[in-house]
């Protein structure tokens, strides 16, 4: 009996439920989108794998035995409980629904992050989201390693050695062609350019970050095209502090050009001719862990905010 009850389907019980709910194998039929016959075999299939029957049939009636009125209320809570199941796998899957736990570093946080999270949870309200803005990569693998964040995003140049930790690994998200862009104060002399040479920025102090990883791409880049990069006068850990000096007119700092996509108060940019380059934006987790659906989701409405501020002319700053 176990073992014949193990293999009822939910083909069985559907046609059992749509003949209780319609009262005739024709109605039932209509419903399934099947034909008669084979209403009558599924559930004829499932009083003999259940070994108990549910109907008595006449060639004037059909009704339900005892048995059978007792099975159908539970065969329809069944079905109704399978199919939310099923319901809310899917929502989870397709990043309708669940959790987004996801970190990044403090400026893409702020620069890029936060106007895709805008129309992500405009679309997607059942999601709860959680943020980790964080001030160095160690600080994001150790969000990833103990589950506080899923996946981080990160970018680089194509090939570029992020110095992942062995457990983790990158998945792509988007490969766009990024543009060095150089950062100085309103009124600086910079701004009578419309494009700006590299050889222009010899001439004027510049604020560096800090950075093995994040911001090694820009080096790497511009050495690609046989430039080094300008003597820096001032060295920073964060991003952030290296456009308040330049605001402050302390000097001028070079950065990709998603670094200046929101409007910067007292900040004006140019960019650098010829500093084009490939540049990927990745999710950082942890290796063999899959990307769960609202990751996924995410990443479309990261896709196309990166499609639509790298798909056109670069605009300058006023």
């Not at 669940?98 to 570093?105: D, E, S």
């Not at 989201?129 to 680089?156: P, S, W, Y």
Request: net charge neutral; hydrophobic share 40%; aromatic share 6%.
């Amino acid at each position: 009996m176990v073992a014949a009850q193990e293999n009822i389907s939910t083909r069985e019980l559907r046609a059992f439920v749509a003949l209780v709910q319609s009262g005739s194998f024709t109605a039932a039929a209509e419903r399934l989108n099947i034909t008669q016959s084979a209403v009558s075999k599924r559930v004829s299939e499932l009083e003999q794998k259940l070994a108990i029957r549910l109907y008595d049939r006449t060639t004037r009636s059909l009704e339900l035995t005892s048995e059978g009125v007792a099975f159908a209320t539970s065969a329809a809570a069944l079905l109704n409980q399978l199919e939310q199941s099923i319901g809310q796998l899917r929502s989870l899957a397709q990043g309708t629904s669940g959790h987004l736990k996801l970190c990044a570093a403090s400026n893409m946080s702020s620069q890029m992050i936060a106007p895709t999270l805008a129309s992500y949870m405009r679309e997607n309200p059942l999601v709860r989201v959680e943020l980790h803005d964080c001030q160095t990569r160690k600080e994001m693998f150790n969000h990833i390693a103990n589950g506080t964040a899923d996946v981080g995003v990160i970018g680089g140049l194509v090939d570029q050695d992020h110095g992942l930790p062995s457990e983790f690994v990158l998945t792509q998200i988007n490969m766009v062609r990024e543009r060095m862009v150089v950062c100085f104060s309103h009124g600086h002399p910079l701004g009578a350019h419309d494009v700006v040479n590299w050889d222009d920025l010899a001439a004027y102090p510049q604020i560096g970050v800090r950075s093995r990883f994040g911001l090694g791409h820009v080096t790497g880049s511009l050495q690609r095209h046989g430039r080094p990069p300008p003597e820096r006068s001032l060295d920073v850990t964060m991003i952030n502090t290296a456009i308040s000096l330049v605001g402050a007119g302390v000097g001028i700092a070079v950065f990709p050009s998603y670094v200046v996509s929101w409007e910067r108060p007292g900040i004006s940019w140019r960019e650098i001719r010829d500093t084009s380059h490939d540049y990927v934006f990745s999710y950082v987790h942890l290796k063999g862990r899959a990307i769960n659906g609202a990751a996924r989701r995410f990443s479309e409405h990261l896709i196309q905010r990166l499609n639509h501020t790298h798909g056109g002319n670069l605009p300058k700053s006023p």
